[in-house]
Every structure is written in structure tokens, then in C-alpha cells.
């Protein structure tokens, strides 16, 4: 088990061994999951940043407002628990 140092400014550092070991690299996203036990910290596999997805869809229609988005989804949960 290695240990390691929170700092003043809430950074901690990933000792190199465990860095080498995962490939990881400066800039290098990853994502920290809260547990009953403490954190777990995961590589972010490459494809899942938002800005990745942007255009996946292939939506090919006007742009759609937030109040058309909230819409929508309001509508699809209406439907959803109208028919259990």
C-alpha cells in the first residue's frame, strides 16, 4: 500500500509507480466515485468527456431550446409513469 498527502490546496499526488503502472499521464482524466469505504479513483475511459459525445446522434434539426429540452423530458416521464 502506498500513502500519500493531501495538500492546502486539496491536490494529492499519485505516486510515479502507480502512475507508470497505469499509463497514466499529465492531464490524464480520471473519475473519483464517493463510497461508504472512502473514494475510488478510475482511469476515465478515452470517448466519455461530453464534448466527445457532442453530434453522436446525428441529430440533424433546428437546434432545441432548454424549456423545449425540460419539455420533452417532463412528456417522456408522463408517458413513462402514465402507463405502469
Given at each position: 500500500m502506498t500513502t500519500t498527502t493531501l495538500s492546502t490546496k486539496g491536490q494529492v499526488v499519485i505516486p510515479g509507480a502507480v502512475r507508470?503502472?497505469?499509463h497514466w499521464h499529465p492531464g490524464q482524466a480520471l473519475t473519483i466515485?464517493?463510497?461508504a469505504g472512502g473514494i475510488t479513483l478510475r482511469e476515465q475511459p478515452a470517448g466519455t468527456a461530453l464534448r466527445g459525445l457532442?453530434?453522436?446522434a446525428g441529430y440533424q434539426?433546428?437546434?432545441k431550446s432548454l424549456e423545449e429540452m425540460e419539455a420533452?423530458?417532463?412528456q417522456?416521464?408522463?408517458e413513462h409513469h402514465d402507463r405502469d
Amino acid at each position: 500500500m502506498t500513502t500519500t498527502t493531501l495538500s492546502t490546496k486539496g491536490q494529492v499526488v499519485i505516486p510515479g509507480a502507480v502512475r507508470k503502472r497505469h499509463h497514466w499521464h499529465p492531464g490524464q482524466a480520471l473519475t473519483i466515485e464517493d463510497t461508504a469505504g472512502g473514494i475510488t479513483l478510475r482511469e476515465q475511459p478515452a470517448g466519455t468527456a461530453l464534448r466527445g459525445l457532442v453530434g453522436i446522434a446525428g441529430y440533424q434539426g433546428r437546434t432545441k431550446s432548454l424549456e423545449e429540452m425540460e419539455a420533452a423530458i417532463a412528456q417522456g416521464a408522463k408517458e413513462h409513469h402514465d402507463r405502469d
